[in-house]
């Protein structure tokens, strides 16, 4: 029996693993971890199907070479050492021919030791990782640490007197907070939710404001404006520790509560209620989710929110926002080796020139001032300097700026979950693309795609040290619970082996002292007098208040920076406004009388994890079908009835989802789920089990005239579509 945490999801819980011989028999809920969730791991269909999952039939368990062309399913088993020999020639071979930055590679959400894949990219020359950061956590925590000088945690919610909930519903997504929210309710604790729909915490709602999609930061001026017109806010606070509390002034002159309210839908009453709620019960923290980041006004709504939070006085207090600072172990930014990238190369990642805030400059600027005050940045750099993900796909398909001509995806299904699915396509056939390798679990869509499939190992399988969960303050660490080769059964490579494995055949042995993962992370624990075997498992890190008393804020000013420098610094706008989603019905009233409905995408589903666990059969029978939601009024309309499959119909393109009637937002709006492909339909082309099927990414946008103009964050909650009657997939 090893006591384990599980990386499956957000929860992070504490298990224990059944091993017999080197197998894994089953997971078990640990009594002694100290941090619970909701809904509670005794009922999570996932740690039940452990076994299933690891041992799954279609797991990828050798490396494999593609033998016919790109996509026709036809591969041959080959081994480690000539895969790796192989794919380093050609890298090699690349980097002649084209430069180093003609490499990129493609990541997902948190799966994995992300900071070695930088490492190996800073080593090899390439400024080009791409992925997710765009849009999940990289606005987050860029404009936490411009405004506030290092990303809070949100999640010590259970010491607040109110929760402000922004496009997050962390009754799916975040099951940590879920709990500390259910016991703050029971305190009494106010609830306040913003979300275009009746979500599960919305009906839990002192104040739910059903705003219109794409129009936070309207909705979020609007309610600032109310508490500095009401004097609600913390007067000494903003007096010493904000910076541009004037200029913030003339900024609200334009968002009167009649404007706001035309914007986001919401009665002036509402926004004022909502308002008068938060300032009055502090101290409040506030999340915000994904409705905020995948926005055309991603950064200008996050930059109010911590407005709001700031003139609150809700930064850096108990049951506020509380920054954690460094956790005290080697940090992940000194594992990637940033510095060691030329800034000749960095300067060449894609869209850094256009979408400035996810660049180097940036990050110089954000390091020098957190480093001044906390001694140590706390995110990996890769989450906050990342290529733009879409301009990267179409890199390769244009050949501009530069020749893109080899792609790795790890820990991530971008022709599921990348936005546009129908460009990720062009770009992974495109005969530009001269190498593309995936380290993956499954066969998925994008692994059909590959010349290389490399076997990863998962969690279970290697060991981990944790610093940055939802609850934020707590280090939790575990070996691994199972062996990653077992001979004549599997061999599968750890992300930080195959990146090891590459490097060494490049030239980078010197930049690889430690042979395997559990001698890295003896070094990271190493400050803290641990080792991974004397590590006691989770410490809780105590929370200190207001540490910027003695310290300032980690920014240019020292201050909060309700004007913001940096993004002065960068040429963009200091204060935060309201931009109209081009794609909407005030952006394009034109299109929006072909597709009248606004679609957005990816409300979070409970037992799965994105694009994963399809395959998996005991947890895909409790949700076997693409829902999407649907206003019984509209539906009535367009002569749907509940349980209709439908076609979901942007001008890029129509996936069908089964309906569900859902009464609990405006009937305007369609809510479809992201995701879905169908692991048992065939995988070589042109199904690539079923990829353009229910994949609602087919119908999302990648123009990058409809991405957030300073961030880049690309619009996945805001689209404007059309419905009809559809047969079920698969008929
Ligand atoms: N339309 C729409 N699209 C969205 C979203 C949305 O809301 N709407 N949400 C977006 C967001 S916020 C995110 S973060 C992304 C997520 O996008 P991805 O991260 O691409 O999503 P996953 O399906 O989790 O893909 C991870 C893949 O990596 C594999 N994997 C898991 N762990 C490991 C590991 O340790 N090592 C390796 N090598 N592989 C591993 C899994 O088998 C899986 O296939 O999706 C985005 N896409
Ligand atoms: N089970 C499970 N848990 C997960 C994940 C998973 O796939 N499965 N994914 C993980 C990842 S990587 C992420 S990023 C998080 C995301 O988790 P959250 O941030 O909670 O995001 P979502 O559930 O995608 O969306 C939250 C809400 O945004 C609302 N919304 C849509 N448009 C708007 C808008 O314009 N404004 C506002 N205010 N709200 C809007 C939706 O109705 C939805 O209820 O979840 C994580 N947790
Ligand atoms: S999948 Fe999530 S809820 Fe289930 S055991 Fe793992 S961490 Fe906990
Ligand atoms: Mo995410």
Redesign the pocket.
């Known amino acids: 029996m090893k006591p384990t945490v599980c990386f499956w999801c957000k929860a992070e819980c504490g298990l224990l693993a059944h091993v017999k011989d080197g197998l894994l028999l089953e997971l078990e809920e640990d009594p002694e971890w100290p941090i619970e969730c909701y809904p509670p791991t005794a009922g999570c269909v996932r740690r039940k199907a452990a076994a299933e999952y690891l041992y799954h039939p279609g797991r990828v368990n050798y490396p494999l070479k593609r033998v016919g062309e790109r996509g026709e399913g036809k591969w041959q088993r080959i081994e480690w050492s000539d895969a790796l020999d192989e794919i380093a020639g050609k890298l090699d071979e690349l980097r002649d021919l084209y430069g180093a930055e003609t490499l990129g590679a493609s990541g997902?959400?948190a799966?994995?030791h992300d900071e070695y894949r930088a490492r190996f990219f800073n080593l090899f020359g390439s400024p080009n990782l791409l992925g997710?950061e765009r849009?999940?956590f990289g606005p987050r925590s860029v404009m936490a640490d411009a405004i506030v000088g290092m990303f809070p945690n949100y999640a010590l919610s259970k010491d607040s007197n109110c929760l402000l909930l922004l496009g997050a519903e962390p009754m799916t997504a975040r099951p940590m907070v879920a709990k500390a929210i259910l016991e703050a309710k029971k305190r009494g604790a106010k609830l306040i939710v913003v979300d275009p729909a009746r979500t599960r915490s919305a009906s839990m709602a002192d104040v739910w404001l059903p705003v219109r999609p794409g129009t936070d930061s309207a909705l979020l001026l609007g309610m600032i404006r109310v508490v500095v017109d009401e004097e609600l806010y913390d007067k000494d606070f903003v007096d010493q520790w904000c910076y541009g509390f004037d200029d913030l002034l003339e900024r609200l002159k334009e968002y009167p509560l009649s404007r706001v309210s035309e914007i986001t839908g919401l009665s002036p009453e509402l926004i004022q209620e909502a308002a008068r709620l938060y300032a009055n019960n502090g101290p409040a923290c506030a999340m915000a989710g994904?409705g905020l980041e995948?926005s055309y006004s991603s950064t200008q709504a996050i930059h109010a929110r911590w407005i709001l939070s700031a003139i609150c006085g809700n930064i850096d207090v108990k049951g506020g926002e509380i920054q954690m600072g460094p956790p005290g172990i080697v940090p992940t930014r000194d594992m990637e080796l940033w510095d060691r990238l030329p800034e000749s190369q960095w300067k060449k990642m894609i869209g850094a020139d256009r979408f400035r805030l996810s660049s180097y400059d940036t990050q110089i600027m954000l390091m020098r001032n957190i480093t001044r005050v906390w001694g140590a940045p706390v995110n990996e750099m890769f989450h906050q300097c990342q290529s733009h993900t879409p301009s990267a796909y179409r890199t390769i398909i244009t050949g501009e700026p530069y020749p893109l001509t080899a792609l790795f995806t790890?820990?991530?299904?971008?022709m599921?979950?990348e936005?546009a699915t129908k460009s990720v396509y062009e770009a992974l056939k495109s005969p530009n693309l001269q190498l593309y390798v995936v380290?993956?679990?499954?066969m998925?869509p994008s692994a059909e795609l590959a010349d290389y499939v490399l076997p990863?190992a998962?969690?279970l399988e290697r060991p981990d040290v944790w610093s940055f969960s939802d609850y934020g303050s707590y280090i939790w660490a575990r070996e691994a619970a199972v062996p990653h080769i077992v001979p004549g059964r599997y061999e599968h490579l750890r992300?930080y082996g195959i990146w090891r494995e590459l490097g060494i055949r490049l030239g980078q042995e010197a930049d690889w002292p430690w042979e395997t993962l559990e001698e890295v992370l003896d070094y990271r624990l190493a400050p803290l007098g641990y080792t991974l075997k004397t590590f006691p498992r989770v410490i809780l890190r105590p929370v200190v208040e207001k540490k910027y008393e003695k310290q300032g804020f980690g920014t240019t000013t020292g201050k909060v920076e309700l004007r913001s420098t940096v993004l002065e610094a960068l040429g963009y706008d200091p204060l935060p406004k309201y931009l109209v989603p081009p794609e909407s019905p005030q952006g394009d009233p034109e299109l929006a009388k072909e597709y009248p409905y606004t679609l957005i995408?990816?409300r979070r589903i409970l037992y799965y994890?994105?694009?994963?666990w399809r395959q998996v059969e005991s947890v895909r029978k409790h949700y076997p079908d693409p829902i999407v939601r649907v206003h019984p009024e509209t539906a009535r309309a367009e002569g749907i009835a509940d349980g209709d499959w439908i076609w979901i119909e942007t001008k890029r393109g129509r996936v069908r989802q089964k309906v569900q009637f859902f009464d609990k937002m405006d009937p305007q709006i369609i809510s479809a789920e992201?995701?879905w492909w169908y692991p048992e339909m065939p995988g070589p082309e042109p199904s690539l089990h079923g990829a353009f099927e229910s994949n609602?990414?087919v119908c999302?946008s990648d123009d990058p005239d409809h991405c957030n103009p300073e961030m880049g964050s690309y619009p996945?909650r805001t689209a404007l579509c059309r419905i009809s009657k559809a047969e079920p997939v698969g008929v």
């Open positions: 997902g959400t799966r994995t997710q849009i999940c994904e995948h790890s820990h991530s299904n971008p599921v979950t936005i380290n993956e679990f499954f998925t990863a998962t969690w992300d995408t990816g994890y994105h694009a994963e992201h995701g609602i990414n999302t996945l």
